[in-house]
């Protein structure tokens, strides 16, 4: 097989294996995140066309399409050279290998994707991951970009606290310069009612029925919230209970 063929690979244990995008990928997964989109597809075409571009931060909300729209990407750029590499290797430092292959075809782009990224303090995974995307006498190829998804905007847990502590304002120092290391960070908040229930209802189509909106409503707070998964959720829900 030709390597960097398909739009999507996972990188594990220092191999690259094909990962089989969902066939159903639409826009309309994405319904309410027009202004999400749009930013990251500004810099996706900066990126393409060799000039500046951003690492991505995804954050925000569970259910929102952070990962769906990490797919959507891989669907609409594949003809124009970009490939999402879905980096799930326990050792970090594995990345100097997937560098090399990078660099090997230099005429093509890669998101070097991190999913559900969260760590707790303390946490030494934290710091090596931290050094990989800050760099070192390595940095990243010109090639490629990191894209991460995290319901954390600073990817690790932060404590609540009012301290002139000289060693906890270092900690902040350290937990904020991961965080400038992706220059568009992205959020993705809690749906506003009227969203919700207009993305409900464009889900439910010709199922719909008088009250289903209080209906929809309940099934959002009894899953912690609304989120377009949990719109599309209530719709399928609807058809199984005719509730």
Same mark, same amino acid.
């Given at each position: 097989m030709q390597q960097f063929r398909y739009p999507a690979y996972r990188w594990r244990c220092e191999k690259l294996t094909r990962v089989i995008l969902p066939e159903n990928i639409k826009d309309t997964r994405l319904l309410g995140?027009? @202004?999400q989109l749009a930013l990251i597809s500004k810099n996706i075409e900066l990126f393409?066309? %060799?000039?500046p571009a951003l690492n991505i931060l995804l954050w925000g909300e569970k259910g929102s399409g952070k990962s769906t729209l990490v797919r959507l990407l891989a669907r609409d750029y594949t003809a124009r050279g970009l490939r999402i590499i879905e980096f799930r290797d326990t050792d970090y430092y594995s990345i100097y290998t997937l560098y090399g292959l990078m660099r090997a075809r230099s005429e093509l782009f890669?998101?070097?994707y991190f999913d559900d990224v969260s760590f707790d303090n303390n946490d030494e995974r934290y710091r090596n991951f931290k050094s990989i995307v800050e760099g070192g006498l390595e940095e990243r190829p010109v090639n490629?970009?990191?894209i991460a998804t995290s319901n954390r905007r600073h990817l690790i847990a932060e404590k609540a606290r009012d301290t002139q502590?000289?060693?906890d304002r270092d900690d902040q120092n350290e937990q904020s310069s991961l965080f400038a290391r992706f220059g568009l960070a @992205? %959020?993705?908040y809690p749906l506003e009612r009227k969203l919700y229930l207009e993305i409900a209802g464009y889900y439910l189509s010709?199922?719909?029925?008088n009250g289903w909106e209080n209906a929809a409503e309940s099934f959002a707070l009894e899953r912690g919230g609304r989120s377009g998964r949990v719109a599309q959720q209530?719709? @399928?829900?609807?058809?199984i209970s005719g509730e």
């Open positions: 995140l027009d @202004v393409l066309k %060799g000039e890669f998101l070097i490629a970009l990191f502590d000289i060693y @992205v %959020g993705f010709a199922d719909k029925f209530f719709a @399928v829900y609807h058809k």
